[in-house]
């Protein structure tokens, strides 16, 4: 079974091990501060979540909403699959999950963003994010920063 929970104080060792499990591929070594300063207070960026198969945490992600940008605007944050464990849908069920939230919690929300690299922006692509802007070694060197969006529907909340 498939749990979307919160995320707690005591997720933070295995989302630590789940982003060193996606480095270099998926993340610069670099980022890792950034993210563990995120999980610190991830509250103060959105709704921060762990994905559970059998009671173990096989997956995080966030959403955030507004902020400095209007209120029909959110986005996903810092989602990531543990490496052992791609290609078994488990991401396609992370970003489902969190979509549906931001539909059912947030629905003034028409856009949703996120900022991926050159490698899972295909993946995104077919969720149905389409490319805003791209800054060649935004993240670090060899890893690009894409910035992404996804039209809802008006009234709806499905894209």
């Not at 079974?1 to 995320?7: A, E, K, Q």
């Not at 501060?33 to 509250?43: C, H, Q, R, T």
């Not at 986005?75 to 939230?101: E, K, P």
């Given at each position: 079974?498939?749990?979307?929970?919160?995320?707690?104080?005591?997720?933070?060792?295995?989302?630590?091990?789940?982003f060193d499990s996606n480095c270099p591929a998926y993340f610069a070594p670099s980022e890792r501060?950034?993210?563990?300063?995120?999980?610190?207070?991830?509250?103060d960026h959105g709704t921060y979540f762990v994905l559970e198969q059998g009671g173990e945490v096989v997956a995080c992600g966030g959403v955030w909403q507004g902020g400095n940008l209007p209120e029909d605007?959110?986005?996903?944050?810092?989602?990531?699959?543990?490496?052992?464990?791609?290609?078994?849908?488990?991401?396609?069920?992370?970003?489902?999950?969190?979509?549906?939230?931001?539909?059912?919690?947030?629905?003034?929300v028409r856009e949703v963003q996120i900022e991926t690299?050159?490698?899972?922006?295909?993946?995104?692509?077919?969720?149905?994010?389409?490319?805003?802007?791209?800054?060649p070694d935004g993240f670090a060197p060899g890893l690009d920063e894409i910035k992404m969006v996804l039209k809802l529907a008006p009234g709806t909340g499905q894209p």
């Open positions: 079974m498939t749990t979307l929970r919160p995320f707690t104080a005591a997720d933070l060792p295995a989302c630590l091990e789940m501060a950034d993210y563990e300063a995120f999980l610190s207070d991830p509250a605007i959110g986005g996903l944050s810092w989602g990531m699959v543990r490496g052992d464990l791609h290609g078994q849908g488990i991401g396609t069920a992370l970003v489902t999950l969190r979509l549906a939230w931001i539909r059912e919690r947030w629905p003034s690299s050159q490698r899972t922006e295909g993946y995104y692509a077919r969720q149905g994010f389409r490319v805003l802007g791209r800054t």
